[in-house]
């Protein structure tokens, strides 16, 4: 089978969408199917394209039996509302012309974020007369509007109605957990149309490492160190000036070491937040290469989830299942009837404690460093729940059966063979 990524993120990006769309795009074409991905140039989390790439309209490369043909995109490093837009727009132009040219799919797979994507996805569905598979990764405008960035009623009628487009265009709807089912079922998506399957990882690869002899811990002096890691965006949503406030409560416990890893814009507002609070127990160190995250992952003690109050109920973020499967204990710091919550809950891999709450926070953190058995416990409940529920090869399965469905015409053949995933 032909198939077409349509995914503003890929690789080399380290975090979020382009991992998975990664995972998956390699992941179809060891299983015997030919895979195209239209992209944008690589610029995130740094929101600068990278060096390698810059001034090129286009560029196609292959890795790992996977075509990639990349398009130039509008982006500055601290964009306003107009910068945004331009970018969405910029990719949806940029990149029909590459979509068009490249062999003919059978069916398209397109990510949002962005949500301007199913304008082009749609009219090469239309186009080839192939199916269109939505993935969403978030819900947009909602979240958008929910975080105070879209506030135009004019854009958010906009966004509105290319959201409403975006559903009723799509042949099928997949979505990441049962809060995003929610949400569209009440917005009036039909439930034949929704498939849930969530994000993945590679347990494989991220798996359960012992804390001794570790590269990580020995390149940073953390041995003997009980260490708290965060690793991922430092963005909006996430909050982190909690984590430095709950460090320093606890930095008269010398063993107590706080890790976070992310990118440098956001490692040097958080530099500032931690001279503030005198907060001299946080490491801030950039992204790891992939290669050296499950080193990095091995070397924690608690995995830190962290977002704030307002971030909406249905976000869950890629990072939870990459913690999970680490084998490590997790402290959730968010939304208590949120998709996030509801994830750590069931995993039993962790606690959840209030957003924006440094005390509860550094409490958790408290009795887990108190507590090593109870730590222990909680990885192997991670890592067993992952294996179990985030397993790449399950979700592989899904997405394929999801694309075979598609191509039988019988709409009996097509219910029977993706019943057990459909909502």
Known sequence: MRI???????????????????????????????????????????????????????????KNGVEIQRSFVWIRPEPNLLDRILL??????????????GWRPDVIISTSPSLPVCLPASLLGWLYNCPVILNLQDILPEAAIHLGILKNKLLIKLFTHLEKFAYHSATKISVIADGFVENLLHKGVPSHKIVQIPNWVDVNFIRP?????????????????????YSGNIAL???????????????????????????AKGLHRL??????????????????????????????????????????????????????????????????N???????KQSGGGFVVPPENHQALANAILDLYNNPEKV????????????????????LNNYESLCE????????????????QEV
């Open 4 to 62: 077409l990524i349509y995914s503003y993120n890929y690789y080399p990006e380290p975090i979020g969408i382009a991992p998975l769309m990664t995972e998956l795009a390699e992941g179809l074409v060891k299983r015997g199917h030919q895979v195209r991905v239209v992209t944008a140039m690589p610029n995130y989390p740094e929101r600068q394209i990278y060096l390698k790439y810059r001034g090129k309209l286009y560029l196609t490369e292959y």
């Open 88 to 101: 969405d727009a910029s990719f949806v132009v940029t990149s029909f012309v590459p979509a068009l040219l």
């Open 209 to 229: 490492l012992p804390k001794e002899n570790n590269q990580f811990r020995a390149t940073h002096n953390l041995q003997d160190k009980f260490v708290v890691l």
């Open 237 to 263: 949503t996430q909050g982190l000036e909690t984590v430095v406030k709950a460090a320093a409560m606890l930095r008269h416990i010398p063993e107590i070491v706080f890790a976070i890893a992310g990118e």
């Open 271 to 336: 530099q500032q937040e931690c001279l503030n609070y005198g907060a001299d127990n946080v490491l801030l160190l950039p992204f790891q290469p992939r290669e050296k995250l499950p080193q990095m992952l091995a070397a924690a003690d608690v995995g830190l989830v962290v977002q704030k109050k307002n971030v909406i109920s249905f976000n869950m973020p890629s990072k939870i299942q990459v913690l999970l499967a680490s084998g490590r204990a997790l402290i959730a710091s968010v939304p208590e």
């Open 338 to 344: 949120g998709t996030a919550a509801r994830a750590i």
């Open 376 to 395: 222990k416990n909680f990885g192997y409940k991670s890592r067993q729940y992952a294996v179990e529920q985030y397993a790449f090869e399950q979700a």
């Open 405 to 420: 469905s598609l191509q039988v015409d019988d709409p009996v053949i097509n219910s029977s063979k993706i019943s057990n």
